[in-house]
């Protein structure tokens, strides 16, 4: 479904590099979150991944990524319930001469 005023965003890292998308809405809207899709460009061998998502500074979301990807992730209306605060989206890196990448699909509301 597509959704009114969507906004892709997407991100990649150097090897061996977290991969973060921060998003901050003007003060009188918040993000709404509503996909995720993410990967690394080779198999993780040696360092297990973590996709995390903050809103305002606190943890939302924290899941281990045990392959490389991708791993696209519906996340239906995932917001904060105050305006202006911002999402930061990472994707820890997945070890030596591995590369990370993120793409996020998120609208304002308010």
């Known amino acids: 479904?597509?959704?009114?005023?969507?906004?892709?965003?997407t991100a990649e890292a150097a090897d061996n590099t977290s991969t973060a998308i921060t998003i901050t809405p003007p003060a009188t809207k918040r993000v709404a979150l509503h996909w995720l899709l993410f990967g690394y460009d080779k198999t993780l061998t040696t360092t297990p991944g973590r996709l995390t998502v903050t809103i305002g500074g606190v943890e939302v979301l924290s899941i281990p990524v045990t392959t490389a990807g991708p791993g696209p992730i519906p996340l239906p209306s995932m917001s904060g319930d105050v305006n202006?605060?911002?999402?930061?989206?990472?994707?820890?890196?997945?070890?030596?001469?591995?590369?990370?990448?993120?793409?996020?699909?998120?609208?304002l509301e308010g």
């Not at 597509?2 to 965003?9: E, F």
């Not at 605060?85 to 990370?100: D, E, N, P, S």
């Open 1 to 9: 479904m597509i959704k009114s005023g969507q906004i892709w965003t």
């Open 84 to 107: 202006g605060q911002a999402m930061v989206i990472t994707l820890t890196t997945g070890g030596t001469a591995v590369q990370g990448s993120l793409t996020s699909m998120h609208t």
